[in-house]
């Protein structure tokens, strides 16, 4: 007999990072059941944000396969210091969460769901890691493809790298006050990530959603459609798109929305009824 959900707090030691923890947050459909060859969904959180950030932990206490979510380094109770343009470090991050649940429990990781810099990170690990091959699914939520529209803000941040050499972001993470400080070398190679990879590089067989907010102000709506290019040329993987009306950045007010949409797309692709298109609220929408 199935027992309830159980959720369990990981620590995981890094192993190309000394001294760095990354901490985050298995939820198990059955805790009694053998790991071995079960699948497992990782949830990834964007910039300043953290595991349980937003729509993240509804979703992991609703999929109907077990999920790890973790605090990236630098991030609420991972050790390491945040850096802006370090995509790279989080997808060695990535890896070591992969290894650990593989070795470790014997999971087989099939599902990424990631939100901003989360959903680049995934799509970096994708695209350079054996595992990343073989994954059933992908769910780009808010995803940046143009990483050099972010040059545009510039103007706002300039007199403080002159005066100062670097610029102090102010915000709040899991209700606790937090400092990002970058600079403008940071932001250069925040901006010169090559994310074209994703045309060549991203699995054949990998079925994808991509979630972007018509009223995102972060990211453009536009990287969506180029995302859904990318990811609808593909065959036999498919790809859908979801634009959410009225919806930011971090789809605020939405998270159910979200969350439903997800969990919908994932049933269909387990009934492998997906087919590449724009997908809405109803079936008299999705085309």
């Known amino acids: 007999m199935t027992t309830s959900r159980k959720t369990t707090k990981l620590v995981i030691p890094h192993s190309s ?4 923890n990354l901490v985050g947050l ?3 459909l059955d805790p009694e059941a053998p790991t071995e060859g079960q699948r497992v969904a990782l949830i990834l959180h964007g910039t300043m944000g953290h595991k349980d950030y937003l729509f993240q932990k509804r979703l992991a206490q ?3 396969i077990d999920s790890f979510r973790f605090d990236f380094r630098g991030a609420f109770e991972s050790g390491g210091q945040w850096k802006y343009a370090a995509f790279w470090a989080d997808v060695e991050d990535l890896r070591v969460v992969v290894r650990h649940l593989t070795s470790t429990y014997g999971y087989v990781v099939d599902l990424l769901v990631g939100h901003s810099r989360g959903s680049v990170v995934a799509m970096l690990w994708i695209c350079n890691s054996e595992e990343g091959k073989n994954i059933g699914g992908f769910v780009n939520v808010s995803g940046r493809y143009r ?5 545009d803000h510039l103007p706002r941040y300039m007199p403080s790298f002159d005066e100062k050499g670097f610029y102090d972001w102010h915000v709040t993470v899991a209700r606790q ?3 990002g400080r970058f600079t403008l070398r940071d932001m250069e190679e925040f901006a010169a990530l090559d994310t074209s990879l994703v045309w060549d590089k991203f699995p054949a067989r990998t079925d994808v959603l991509s979630i972007h907010g018509l009223a995102d102000k972060v990211v453009p709506v536009y990287d969506a459609t180029i995302y859904a290019r990318a990811y609808g040329t593909r065959n036999p993987g498919t790809h859908n798109l979801h ?3 009225n919806g930011d950045h971090n789809l605020s ?5 979200v969350v439903s949409i997800i969990l919908d797309w994932w049933a269909k692709h387990g009934n492998r009824e997906l087919k590449t298109g724009v997908w809405g609220t109803g079936s008299r929408h999705r085309l």
């Open 26 to 28: 298995l939820e198990q």
């Open 147 to 151: 990483m050099d529209v972010t040059t």
């Open 62 to 64: 609703r999929l109907p």
């Open 17 to 20: 990072a000394e001294g760095i």
């Open 243 to 245: 634009l959410v009306e």
């Open 253 to 257: 007010g939405h998270f159910d929305e």
């Open 177 to 179: 006050p937090v400092v």
